[in-house]
């Protein structure tokens, strides 16, 4: 005979909160740990919480062995939990005294530098845990030990001023502020003529306009973008619409879609940018002719388009600023045929991690989709899916009349389907690095950033300096429009 059962139920935002702030603890608990390591309290904030999420808990019971007197170094710990009793001590020939780790305490630090044989014995004196973290991690991570060591004690001799100067410099200027400066100055709302609708989307829609500027600039066009400040779906959406015209105006690349001027109105915010008027990335991948379609696009053309991306994309995280949403829609095409980033709308500063969920379902990382906490390594992920997308005109993990929940089983679980057997070995070579499920160990999310990405053979007929400069002839170069209408 069945007895009666109660159930609790946890609502799903309940729920995702509980898993945020658990994993925001742990996340804490590390840091901490790392900053009262002597030579770590220098590291930038940056650099430690890629090193806390790469650290693994190794959890142990009195007497177990943590390793042997002469045993190779390779890693490196920090007593979480417990005591660890460490003997027969001696360097040489000088022994030392035994004595005790407790929680805090940390060892075998020499094996980030050097092969020498542990010196001592360390056994556990209680059930409890470390986080280790073993050479070939550590250097993966952050880069060599000695080049770790030495940005951090510049970081810590140098004033504040120097660094953020230096950054500036860094980040040099181009010639876009000059027309945005111009427009500021010189053109209102009402000089502004409108001419074609170029895009309508579910919170505004994109008008063609032309304005005379100055005489150093003349006449020119511009999209103009409406954004209601309010809507049904997005009730108040003032504060997201100003969030992305400040993230847009501190970009200043060529190949992100340029912010040039605001005007805000009563009921609408306008904004002005520059004029990509080639289409989107999705109508170069999927074509239609007389009603078939055809998806994909040579290697070589996929190449291209992911060494620019990939630059670019580095550009914002070396600003701390992760991008979120790219996929073919978001990525227009220049009247040179080079790809520019645009939308903006869930863009972020993250210094560590966020925990909102957002972006595009079938470009979402695992790490989005389990609420873990993200950084810039999603964007390598959809990145991952973006090239896979060039090379076999599909999405990796998506197929028509897949439900949603369990395409997100399959992106957290699943291994995605092999590119096909065309596909170079170099080629699956960079999208199995992006599409690693484990963020610590993607490609473009360790020491090398994005240029780990780029340095790959895949890549290696490419001169980023020449795609930069646009000296590379691009796979496709949109038709010409006449704009004097």
């Known amino acids: 005979m069945s007895s009666p059962t109660k159930l609790f139920r946890v609502g799903r935002e309940t729920f995702r909160t509980l898993l ?9 608990q590390k840091i901490d740990l790392l900053k009262a390591v002597d030579f770590l309290s220098a590291i930038s904030e940056f650099d430690l919480n890629r090193l806390a999420r790469a ?16 045993d190779e170094g390779d890693a490196f710990y920090i ?14 020939s000088v022994k030392f005294d035994n004595f005790v780790l407790k929680s805090g305490d940390y060892f075998g630090e020499r094996a980030l530098v050097t092969h020498e044989p542990r010196a001592a014995n360390i056994t556990a004196a209680t059930n409890g845990s470390t986080f280790r973290i073993d050479r070939n991690t550590f250097e993966r991570v952050l880069g060599k030990f000695s080049r770790v060591i030495m940005k951090a004690q510049d970081r810590k001799i140098l004033p504040k001023p ?55 600039y003349g006449e020119q066009h511009f999209a103009l973008k409406t954004q209601k400040k309010v809507d049904p779906i997005r009730g108040n959406s003032v504060v997201a619409i100003e969030q992305e015209i400040d993230l847009l105006g501190l970009m200043d690349h060529p190949y992100i879609v340029n912010l040039v001027h605001s005007y805000d109105h009563p009921e609408e915010i306008y904004i002005l940018m520059g004029l990509v008027h080639g289409g989107e990335l999705f109508d170069v991948i999927h074509t239609e002719q007389d009603g078939v379609w055809s998806s994909g696009i040579p290697e070589g053309d996929a ?16 600003k701390q600023l992760v991008y979120r949403d790219l996929k073919p829609e978001n990525v227009l095409i220049d009247k040179d045929g080079y790809p520019i980033i645009c939308d903006f709308g869930f863009a972020k500063f993250v210094a560590d991690k966020t925990y909102t969920l957002c972006g595009t379902p079938n470009y979402l990382s695992p790490e989005i989709i389990m609420n873990s906490g993200h950084n810039a390594s999603t964007d390598h992920w959809a990145l991952g899916i973006l090239i896979y997308e060039m090379v076999a005109g599909e999405n990796p993990f998506y197929f028509d009349g897949i439900a949603q929940m369990e395409l997100f089983r ?51 007929e490419l001169e980023l300096d020449d795609l930069r400069q646009k000296k590379f002839t691009a796979p496709y170069i949109p038709e010409a429009k006449n704009l004097s209408g």
């Open 162 to 216: 120097f660094l953020r100067e230096a950054s500036r410099k860094w980040l040099k200027k181009s010639s876009k502020n000059g027309l945005r400066n111009a427009v500021k100055a010189d053109v209102k709302f009402e000089d502004l003529k409108k001419h074609d609708m170029l895009g309508d989307g579910q919170f505004g829609e994109v008008f063609l306009v032309s304005a005379y500027v100055s005489a150093e």
């Open 303 to 318: 190449k291209f388009y992911a060494m620019v991306l990939t630059d670019t994309l580095d550009y914002m995280h070396r």
């Open 79 to 92: 007593v979480h939990e417990g005591q660890l009793q460490v003997t027969d001590i001696s360097v040489g």
């Open 20 to 28: 945020q702030e658990q994993t925001k603890r742990k996340e804490k």
């Open 55 to 70: 650290m693994t808990l190794n959890v142990f019971r009195e007497r177990d062995s943590i390793f042997k007197k002469g």
């Open 410 to 460: 399959c992106i957290v679980g699943e291994q995605f389907y092999p590119l096909p057997d065309s596909a170079t070995d170099a080629c699956v070579c960079v999208v199995d690095g992006l599409l690693k499920k484990d963020p610590t160990r993607r490609l473009g999310s360790l020491a090398g950033r994005g240029k780990d990405i780029m340095s790959k053979d895949w890549f290696k």
